[in-house]
């Protein structure tokens, strides 16, 4: 009898108890107590500190660097020194002739204007002597 | 105002020299800070940064730039190679025990920035050039490790390797002077 009357107040109270809703900040609670309790067991391991340590220094580092500049003179030391390489690089030549290929084309199609040019001037030459030697030997 | 350097690099391709001036001034005081940052050394920023735009320039006027790539990222990647290598001359030159030189172009340092160079370039003293620049794209200039792989190009693996290792050059140096200390 005892029994069943325990019964039938756990159920009541069961039922009265139906509506019960944790807080919302129960849930952030609860995450942050089982958060801190997982990094507690946690094994910080050797050297750790000394890592956050250097990558802390590091970041420092890098905004007390953040300022450094050359200056003006810096860039016109550069301008110069591309003024004295850039006829040899570019600027002299049209920029398909910077090519390899095209460039030994070039190249040899200048020799052979060049060679035939010589050939030219030398049969004019020849031509004006064996004039010359004609008319010396019409005068004897 | 933005400036696409892209299209002044293009003007450079076709012959423009003086269109390069708008590169240098428009990328050169973080490619100083980098280059200063990686070799702790403002004589031998002046100089890797110097070479690094001829380089640019040799490269733009050779149609080796493909365009893909921003200038400043371009560029960004010539320094950082011209950096490592002068890391690796400086170690042979201090191993012959020839003596540095003065910075020409330092009107704009600071001392404080100066001092902390002295300091940076002492805590990563021991470091091997490669692995002290995946330290310093990261942990000083701050870059993702994707961007700073790419800098240095190699894999997001060989990247996290060099970062292990430079760290634990760091902490290794810093037991000795502890333990020096003691």
Same mark, same amino acid.
């Given at each position: ?27 952030? !609670? &609860?995450? /942050?107590?089982?958060? %801190?309790?997982? $990094?507690?067991? @946690?094994?910080?391991?050797? =050297?750790?500190? +000394?890592? #956050?340590?250097? !990558? &802390?220094? /590091?970041?420092?580092? %890098?905004?007390? $660097?953040?300022? @450094?500049?050359?200056?003006? =003179?810096?860039? +016109?030391? #550069? ?8 006829? %040899? ?52 | ?182």
């Amino acid at each position: 009898m005892t029994d069943k009357l325990e019964e039938k107040r756990l159920e009541q109270l069961g039922a009265s108890t139906d509506d019960l809703r944790p807080d919302d900040a129960l849930d952030d !609670a &609860v995450l /942050l107590a089982a958060a %801190a309790d997982a $990094t507690r067991l @946690l094994d910080a391991g050797p =050297g750790l500190d +000394d890592q #956050v340590l250097a !990558a &802390v220094a /590091l970041e420092s580092l %890098a905004q007390r $660097t953040s300022a @450094l500049e050359p200056s003006g =003179g810096f860039t +016109d030391a #550069v301008m110069r020194q591309l003024q004295i390489e850039a006829p %040899a690089s570019s600027g002299a030549w049209p920029t398909f002739l910077r090519s390899g290929r095209a460039a030994l084309v070039a190249a040899a199609a200048v020799a052979a204007g060049l060679v035939s040019y010589a050939g030219y001037v030398e049969s004019m030459f020849d031509d004006d002597i064996m004039a010359n030697v004609d008319s010396v030997e019409v005068g004897e | 105002m933005t400036v696409d350097l892209r299209l002044v690099a293009a003007r450079v391709a076709k012959g423009d020299v003086a269109a390069y001036r708008a590169i240098v001034e428009h990328t050169r005081a973080p490619l100083y800070r980098l280059a200063a940052r990686l070799t702790g050394n403002l004589v031998d920023a002046e100089d890797v940064l110097q070479d690094a735009y001829l380089s640019g320039f040799r490269a733009l006027s050779g149609g080796k730039y493909d365009g893909n790539a921003r200038i400043e990222t371009w560029l960004y990647r010539i320094v950082t190679n011209a950096s490592i290598d002068a890391l690796r001359k400086r170690k042979v030159r201090s191993e012959g025990g020839e003596p540095t030189s003065e910075p020409r172009f330092d009107g704009n340092v600071k001392a404080e920035a100066r001092v902390a160079l002295r300091e940076l370039d002492a805590m990563l003293a021991d470091l091997a050039p490669q692995d002290r620049a995946a330290l310093v794209l990261v942990s000083v200039e701050g870059l993702t490790a994707k961007e700073a792989a790419e800098a240095l190009e190699c894999t997001e693996g060989a990247l996290e390797q060099r970062l292990v290792r430079a760290r634990a050059a760091i902490r290794k140096a810093k037991s000795r002077e502890e333990a020096a200390h003691d």
